[in-house]
């Protein structure tokens, strides 16, 4: 060990550069190895606080670094308050540096998932188009302004709104112009700018309760809650909800659908109804605001239109990519009334849950050059062909149990005998298979009476990858009680 | 024209097709046309309400069509709720159908920007590494396993928050492993987490007021007021913030800092108070919510390493790519105190703000392959040639204007005379130059003896692409007072 020549003889002793046991690399940034290594020394408490260093020239001789490196490291150190420089008593480990060590993360690093998922809710997420997206990712970031790497606007990449406007009038019947559509990065990012916070363009407490169906995801119900928005069901019959019951609830303003495919029950809201409930909103001064989360998925004729081309003054339409392509890209749509495009867009100022500009300008392309499109179509025959394998499946396997919800959507609802919903998903829990009850659905105020199905399973069948639905479904029949 | 040898000629007569002048693309979707065309007839007006369509036989040989597709057409439009089909009256245009005509969008299609722009805050966007980021993108999505594109994980993709908790040592001198860190959308959408809703992690109405520095972002503060939270500003010096001040306010528990390049004024906070805050902290039971909004960008020496090493269980560390690579990525992260991790993830749960999953993995492959470091280097060296090109040409153009916050960042702080800083902004915007004053930042709270600063220019220097700075610069000195 040798001696170093400090200035500060006088002084406590200090541990040489070697006492330091410094870890340094050979090569490379020598200052950020020095200053790492003596954070590092000094977290796990070998450097005490109070404990004079060497003078920098007698580490930088002991390390073999040049003095300036070893002059750079204490200066930084001391600037992040490691270390504590006193004129005449040299460098020394701030008093107050020691900490607790962190913390050991207590979280599992990942759950493992069921055997079998037949949970809702969820395309397969093997048949995300990979290649067909990164090829119009590079044609859009090539083509792309510079602008677009900027702040960007609160209503999303006029792109986006340009080719939405027309593929939704195409594809859905929607009417509306780029102007009118805004950019959110999901349903519940929607619902967040339009009851949410100060900035809500429809304040609970303004707008009155509003209108849902029945049955629907607890999750919504739990966001609408949250915002204080108390929810007054509907009841559901075979022609979706009954709409007619509106004007019994005076102070209800605004209603709230899913129109091509009620969730979870899965049939279209009736014709007539369409037209009433549009009616009704007019009459009252009120809005439909239209949730089409899965209205490309229909397979034995052309998907129903949206309601919000009966209306565009009257509908709030809401779509996003979540069920079509990945929720995993964060990014939807809100087709909007006039009225309400600035009111949307000052809440949408707060700059949060803008989607990826990256990834708008991407989604506009793939759609214009047809790859979305192709993307469906392809989704559609594929999901027809689950959906066919289930019923199949069923017939074979337990012809007792009533499917409904089949003409369209990821789903299918199963009917169970009252009382028996629960045990099923147990024995189904058993045999490592997830999916959901009928009553994780039902809106908590409806009485039995207003109940078209007591007990029911909701099977998922866009989840699982090809290869696994087999599986699953065998694990489904299985789990299913036998004849009453 | 062609009689139709409809079924109900005691009825009143109905249009032949030919009458409804529906304009048919010669080939394609041809059901689909024949919809469009229907629906903009009603919409137009042209078909009013209660008029009779001819038979789907009648008008399927007017127009050339099979019979399947007119009578799919017609029964779609019934399901959508155009058209009302009552048996033994035939097809009729649906009486509530005639709407408002869409309203025009009163919305301009883009507002003109500014000639020259200098506001602070955005990285010049013309920069952004496109070819190195879509061939990041390619390597990441190739790579990513399938359930990269499912629904996802509140706490963000793993192989970001690994790669970051490296790189934020690093680079920023932060303490953490990747189970502490959560991705979300921005700096704005951190602050909701913590304050916002009634999922707050730090409830105003159990924290107390917010202590922060005396100048910062008006969008912040308005976030904050909108989430209910009372700031208390504490006064700045060259030092930086006051937080000596912090034990006089003894309601306070929290404080926002920015404390390695305070914003906008532009120095470190000093070493001493590093320390003196987290101690603070310590003791009060507090946390300190550090804004690390640009701290790679430091030009003449190694950046000031974050305020979290020094204690993560008492800071909350806050960062985004906005500065260093784009806003328009919508990517941002929080380090955690270990008991916040789930009360943030929970708060997360609402599914709003997640970022993009994949652009989560493109920066994730970009951060380890070294695509980042690399940029940040090059945006390093270009941002310290426009502080110096700044520099040189106020020492030319107007020596007697004193410039300060040099050190770091993407913007620099001029020192006006007291009183001149509203007509210095007239007089560049008559210019076409785009800039901000000082009194825009700062807290209304404040008082002037705790000002360092009464009237100055934020001048951002990054925001021009490269050919249009020069001109910016001219436009700025030709818009400063002379020697007064």
New interface residues.
């Given amino acids: 060990m040798t001696d170093t020549p400090g200035t500060h003889r006088t002084e406590p002793a200090h541990p040489t550069g070697n006492d330091l046991h410094l870890d340094l690399p050979a090569t490379g940034g020598r ?2 190895a020095l ?2 290594a003596l ?1 590092e020394a000094i ?1 796990s408490g070998r450097l005490a606080p109070g404990t004079r260093l060497p003078p920098y020239r007698s580490l930088a001789a002991d390390l073999g670094l040049a003095r300036n490196t070893a002059a ?1 490291a204490y ?2 150190l ?5 270390l ?1 420089a006193r004129q005449g008593s040299g460098t020394t480990v ?1 008093e ?2 020691e ?2 060590p ?2 050991r ?3 599992p690093s ?1 759950r493992p998932g069921p055997v079998h998922d037949l949970r809702q ?2 395309p397969d ?2 048949s ?1 188009p ?1 290649g067909a ?2 090829a119009a ?2 044609r859009a ?2 083509a ?1 302004p ?7 606007d609160p209503q999303g990449r ?1 792109e986006l709104r340009t080719v939405l406007a027309d593929y939704l ?2 594809a859905r ?1 929607v ?3 780029p ?2 559509i805004v950019i959110c ?2 349903f ?2 929607g619902l ?1 700018l339009l009851f ?4 809500a363009v429809l304040p609970p407490a303004e707008t009155g309760p509003l209108a849902v169906e029945s049955y629907g995801l607890a ?1 919504h119900r739990g ?1 609408l809650a ?2 204080g928005v108390a929810t007054v069901p509907l009841p559901l019959d075979e022609n979706g909800a009954q709409v007619g019951e509106l004007p019994q609830h005076r102070d209800v303003r605004t209603v709230l659908l899913t129109p091509a495919h009620q969730f979870p029950t899965g049939g ?1 809201l009736h ?2 109804r ?2 009433a409930v ?2 009704w909103a007019r009459g009252r001064g009120g809005l439909v605001l239209e949730d089409d989360y899965d209205g490309e998925f229909r397979y034995d ?2 998907p ?2 949206a ?1 919000q ?5 009257r509908v709030v339409y809401l779509g996003t990519v979540s069920k079509s392509l ?6 939807g749509w809100m087709v909007l ?2 009225h309400l ?2 009111r949307v867009l000052a809440a949408k100022g ?10 708008q300008l991407t989604l506009a392309e793939f759609i214009d050059s047809g790859g979305y499109d192709r993307h469906v179509r392809r989704m559609r025959r594929r999901y027809r062909d689950r959906r066919d394998q289930l019923v199949g499946a069923l017939a074979a396997a337990a012809p007792h149990i009533e499917v409904s919800g089949i003409a369209a959507g990821l789903h299918a609802v199963l009917r169970l005998e009252p009382g028996t919903e629960r045990p099923v998903l147990a024995a189904a829990a058993q045999r490592g298979l997830a999916l959901d009850g009928l009553a994780d659905y039902r809106h908590p105020g409806i009485g039995a009476d207003a109940m078209p199905i007591t007990d029911g399973l909701v099977v998922g069948y866009a989840t699982p ?1 090809e290869h696994a639905y087999p599986a699953a479904l065998a694990a489904l029949c299985a789990a299913l009680p036998p004849p009453g």
């Fill in positions: 200052r950020a200053m790492a954070r977290r750079e200066a930084e001391v600037a992040e308050g490691w504590t701030a107050r540096a900490s607790a962190p913390a993360s207590r979280r990942a809710g969820q997420a093997a995300f990979r997206w990164l990712a590079r970031l090539t792309a510079n602008e677009a790497f900027g702040p960007g006029r009038a195409r019947g009417r509306t112009d102007d009118r990065s999901g519940a990012h967040r949410g916070g100060t900035t999750f966001l949250a915002a279209p014709a007539g369409r037209a549009v009616d004729r052309q129903v239109g309601v081309g009966l209306d565009p003054e990945s929720p995993a890209l964060r990014l009334p006039d495009v600035d707060q700059r949060e849950g803008w989607a990826s500009a990256l990834d990858p």
